[in-house]
């Protein structure tokens, strides 16, 4: 167990409001990603971190921003939900060695109605 | 750019049938190769991986070899049973990128 904790596991939102989605990992690991996953698209990087402030942008970063003040939390923020956001959100971690895993959270799931 | 091409599902086999899910993938370089099992309502969790060609990653019965000269990583169990239901994610990381490429995922169901 990687010690990841995605908060909240889910929510129902209209479109137009800010939504933060947290990722908490206990462990102090540098990289944390988070991605979408889509029937047919499978998952879909969002954005990533490098570190603390260190943060860059993955293929579907439109309408999403990040922000990482603390190693251990990872934020990802809708400022203004549309319903084409309405998906399975996953944060990952990566242990280790270049070669080393990503360690996925359980997930959010998130409907924009 | 880098890609993954997954074969469509869903796949239905019956327990103890044998599987393969196919994989194929564009990449720069020599990428590291994985996959993945999501179970329903949980995170994705590494099943294999193989960083090398002729690497065979093997877990819990399943088995991928890394094919460089066909570009692929299929993804084979001889008998699969219930418990193997699940969604299965072929993965690259493709030199020094921080970051996995996804396919589209083959959802697999096995009836008893």
């Known amino acids: 167990d990687a010690g990841i904790t995605q908060s909240p596991r889910h929510k129902v939102t209209e479109t137009g409001t800010p939504v933060t989605l947290r990722c908490h990992q206990t462990e102090n690991h540098r990289y944390m990603y988070w991605y979408r996953q889509d029937p047919g698209h499978g998952l879909r990087l969002i954005h990533y971190s490098y570190g603390v402030k260190d943060t860059d942008k993955g293929e579907v970063s439109d309408g999403y921003s990040v922000s990482r003040s603390k190693t251990e939390d990872f934020l990802l923020t809708l400022e203004s939900a549309t319903s084409s956001q309405t998906s399975v959100y996953f944060c990952?971690?990566?242990?280790?060695?270049?070669?080393?895993?990503?360690?996925f959270g359980n997930g959010t799931r998130l409907t924009v109605t | 750019g880098n890609s993954v091409t997954q074969m469509e599902g869903p796949v239905t086999l019956s327990e103890e049938a044998f599987l393969t899910i196919n994989c194929t993938y564009t990449a720069t370089g020599y990428p590291s190769l994985f996959w993945y099992v999501q179970y329903p309502g949980e995170g994705l969790q590494l099943l294999l991986k193989?960083?090398?060609?002729?690497d065979k990653g093997s877990n819990k019965g399943f088995e991928a070899t890394y094919r460089k000269e066909t570009t692929s990583f299929h993804l084979e169990k001889g008998s699969v049973q219930v418990s193997d239901s699940a969604v299965y994610f072929c993965?690259?990381?493709?030199?020094?990128?921080?970051?996995?490429?996804f396919g589209s995922g083959t959802q697999l169901t096995v009836l008893p």
């Open positions: 193989a960083t090398k060609a002729d």
């Open positions: 993965a690259l990381r493709s030199g020094s990128a921080r970051q996995l490429t």
């Open positions: 990952a971690i990566k242990t280790g060695a270049s070669d080393s895993p990503l360690h």
